[in-house]
């Protein structure tokens, strides 16, 4: 695999981890019980931490590389595995 394939499928999946972290741990100022500010809005996050965001998003997107080049490296699921949702000749018989 070329690395610059491997930079565009890293950050892909840095992209979709991001949206899969994002609400995670995230509370309200009224969940936290906090005073909001006048004119502010009602889901506006109280306790937004972006390093620890940027962290898990980097740690699961990581992992998530690692399957997905584990797999292409080592061949575990090709496109012959979903071979049974195709219907073949066998098929239309009827």
Same mark, same amino acid.
């Given at each position: 695999?070329?690395?610059? *394939?491997?930079?565009?499928?890293? %950050?892909? +999946?840095?992209? !979709? *981890?991001?949206?899969?972290? !994002? ?5 309200? &100022? @009224? @969940? ?8 502010? =809005? ?5 306790? $937004?931490?972006?390093? !620890?965001?940027? /962290?898990?998003?980097? !740690?699961?997107? =990581? =992992? =998530? +590389?690692?399957? $997905? &080049? ?11 595995? $979903?071979? +049974? /949702? ?5 098929? *239309? %018989?009827?």
């Amino acid at each position: 695999m070329n690395w610059t *394939s491997i930079i565009a499928i890293y %950050a892909l +999946f840095w992209v !979709l *981890s991001a949206f899969v972290i !994002l609400p995670i741990g995230v509370r309200s &100022y @009224e @969940e936290l019980g906090m005073e909001k500010v006048p004119g502010q =809005a009602d889901g506006v996050p109280g306790n $937004f931490r972006p390093g !620890l965001i940027l /962290l898990r998003t980097t !740690l699961l997107s =990581a =992992a =998530a +590389f690692g399957v $997905f &080049y584990a797999n292409y490296v080592y061949g575990w699921i090709d496109r012959h595995t $979903f071979d +049974f /949702l195709i219907a073949g000749p066998e098929a *239309s %018989a009827d």
